[in-house]
């Protein structure tokens, strides 16, 4: 009896531990802070972000993502003409999470790099790509092997502007909702 009830003890821990591969999709709201390279934003926030992930948690308080991430275009203006901004990304993350209420909720935090891919358009030409440091927070819910999540995320990055040779520090704040699926 004794041999049984440790076993299903061990099983159910066994089955408690989250390990494993998973991938997601989010979408969600940005914000791009130019540091006052375009005079004039049009609009600040822009709906209809996505990112798609590819994780493995090692064990139930931490896992590690490879993410890519498709911003959509910002306009503003740039020394007197229109321009349109886009944004891409691709990053590594580390997220040590803090499950509660039986590993229902997962609190977590995140913090990486990331390649920014930036193109410009309209008056001005110009691309570039970037080293950048990425940083969040979010909580999820966990329903079997998905878990949907609310986070915010910062991404923050130097860019050298071709034209006037300025170093400017920009960041793309980014709210989401995502689902991932373990596999």
């Known amino acids: 009896m004794k041999i049984l009830l440790s076993m299903m003890l061990f099983l159910t821990l066994l089955n408690a531990q989250r390990a494993g591969p998973y991938i997601g999709v989010a979408y969600g709201s940005a914000f791009y802070d130019s540091d006052d390279r375009l005079s004039?934003?049009?609009?600040?926030?822009?709906?209809?972000?996505?990112?798609?992930?590819?994780?493995?948690?090692?064990n139930e308080?931490?896992?590690?993502?490879?993410?890519?991430?498709?911003?959509?275009?910002?306009?503003?203006?740039?020394?007197?003409?229109?321009?349109?901004?886009?944004?891409?990304?691709?990053?590594?993350?580390?997220?040590?999470?803090?499950?509660?209420?039986?590993?229902t909720f997962d609190l977590y935090g995140k913090i990486g790099a990331a390649q920014l891919f930036w193109n410009e358009a309209y008056t001005h030409s110009n691309s570039d790509s970037a080293g950048a440091y990425l940083l969040g927070v979010g909580i999820g819910y966990r329903i079997e092997q998905y878990l949907i999540k609310i986070g915010y995320d910062l991404t923050s990055f130097s860019l050298e502007d071709a034209n006037n040779n300025k170093?400017?520090?920009?960041r793309l704040d980014y709210f989401y909702t995502a689902i991932e699926v373990a596999f």
């Open 40 to 58: 004039e934003q049009h609009s600040k926030i822009e709906d209809g972000n996505v990112r798609f992930t590819l994780g493995a948690y090692i």
């Open 167 to 170: 170093n400017y520090e920009m």
């Open 61 to 103: 308080n931490f896992s590690v993502e490879l993410d890519y991430t498709l911003y959509k275009k910002f306009y503003g203006l740039y020394e007197g003409g229109e321009v349109e901004e886009s944004f891409s990304s691709v990053g590594v993350t580390a997220l040590p999470h803090w499950p509660f209420y039986q590993d």
